[in-house]
């Protein structure tokens, strides 16, 4: 993956194939749990510098019904997944992680930041060039 992410490259998924992500066989963990590193220490309450009530400058990526959370925590949930473990062994195993990956190569390719938004683009660019399944091959196989 880190031929479409370069920043995986020093990490235990610089080698993961698309192909293995796209098939839960890519070793991921299954679940981090974000979240519960936005409480308050030793609380169940969440820490109002992470989130808001309404959108505000910083705090524009919504995750519920009235609640924004800080927009630069999403480097704090990518730098979990680049320093996750990976499994011990190849087998299938349903994970989400790779999905939070695949956002950021679509970002990064379309230079937005809105997922609708980028995956859109993304897909009418590669649906439109005369090298479109010679891409879609080598994405999905990882050559």
Not at 30 to 43: A, D, E
Not at 44 to 70: D, E, F, M, S
Not at 99 to 115: A, M
């Amino acid at each position: 993956m880190s031929l479409y992410l370069p920043s995986l490259d020093s990490t235990n998924k610089a080698n993961i194939k698309i192909i293995d992500v796209l098939t839960h066989q890519a070793r991921l963990f299954p679940w981090i749990p974000f979240y519960l590193h936005t409480y308050l220490p030793h609380s169940k309450r969440l820490n109002p510098n992470l989130y808001k009530h309404a959108p505000k400058p910083g705090y524009t990526t919504q995750v519920a019904h009235n609640l924004y959370i800080l927009d630069s925590y999403r480097d704090s949930i990518y730098k979990k997944i680049y320093e996750s473990q990976l499994l011990r062994r190849k087998r299938y195993k349903y994970s989400d992680l790779g999905f939070y990956l695949f956002q950021k190569i679509i970002e990064q390719e379309t230079g937005q930041h809105s997922i609708l938004l980028s995956l859109k683009t993304f897909m009418f660019h590669w649906a439109h060039t005369p090298r479109a399944s010679v891409h879609c091959n080598i994405f999905l196989l990882g050559k």
